[in-house]
């Protein structure tokens, strides 16, 4: 195992606070840097496909540019009745997203990709891993939901809510193997991802 003190470079590709946030938990010296793709779901492709090729997307763009590093990358697709949910970005958007939601269940897919640099092989290089969420979302009048929108303001989350802040009290349940996949990075399959890259947590 590879101690902290001798890690090869680990670079987060995102511009997400919330990923960066979730990765400080890890106590591991690391850099962002923002990944520059298109992130539009192509014709006829699943969420989960959509989300894994995103996130395989974001680390390979970062680890052309920063060659021999450890890049993470991740994708979250939120899925209603088949359908993409996306960033609502406005608070009109929000309102609509979390009316066609409520009393219902979302599932959301959290991919993650780990690139190792060190690798000559393309193929060895990604570890990836589509974690998957269903939340079901409490049934509240338009009222609540508007006063919640307008105090946390999450034009920036699929499914407009934060569930680590107030959105918590919007949702009646969660089902997941990694309770921090649904704010945006799996940090149990990620912990994972790294040992196999040879990092050690607990080791100076």
């Avoid at 003190?5 to 923002?34: C, D, M, N």
């Avoid at 680890?63 to 993470?72: D, F, K, N």
């Avoid at 697709?77 to 009393?103: C, T, Y």
């Avoid at 009222?143 to 999450?154: F, G, K, M, S, V």
């Amino acid at each position: 195992m590879i101690p902290t003190s001798s890690l090869p470079r680990l670079i987060l590709a995102s511009s997400s606070t919330y990923r960066k946030q979730l990765l400080s938990r890890l106590r591991l010296p690391f850099e962002v840097l923002v990944p520059d793709i298109d992130e539009t779901p192509l014709p006829d492709e699943t969420p989960s496909t959509t989300a894994l090729r995103l996130a395989l997307g974001k680390a390979r763009a970062v680890a052309e540019r920063q060659p021999g590093c450890l890049v993470i990358g991740s994708d979250q697709v939120a899925v209603l009745d088949g359908e993409q949910i996306g960033k609502p970005g406005n608070h009109p958007a929000a309102l609509k997203q979390l009316q066609k939601m409520r009393g219902r269940e979302v599932v959301f897919h959290t991919a993650l990709c780990l690139w190792d640099g060190r690798q000559d092989d393309p193929q060895a290089a990604a570890q990836l891993e589509d974690v998957i969420t269903v939340v079901r979302l409490r049934d509240l009048p338009d009222a609540e939901l508007d006063a919640y929108l307008r105090i946390e303001q999450p034009y920036d989350c699929a499914g407009s809510a934060k569930n680590e802040g107030l959105g918590i009290a919007l949702l009646a349940s969660i089902a997941s193997n990694d309770p921090t996949a649904l704010t945006g990075l799996p940090l149990i399959a990620l912990t994972g991802m790294l040992r196999q890259a040879g990092v050690s947590f607990f080791t100076e």
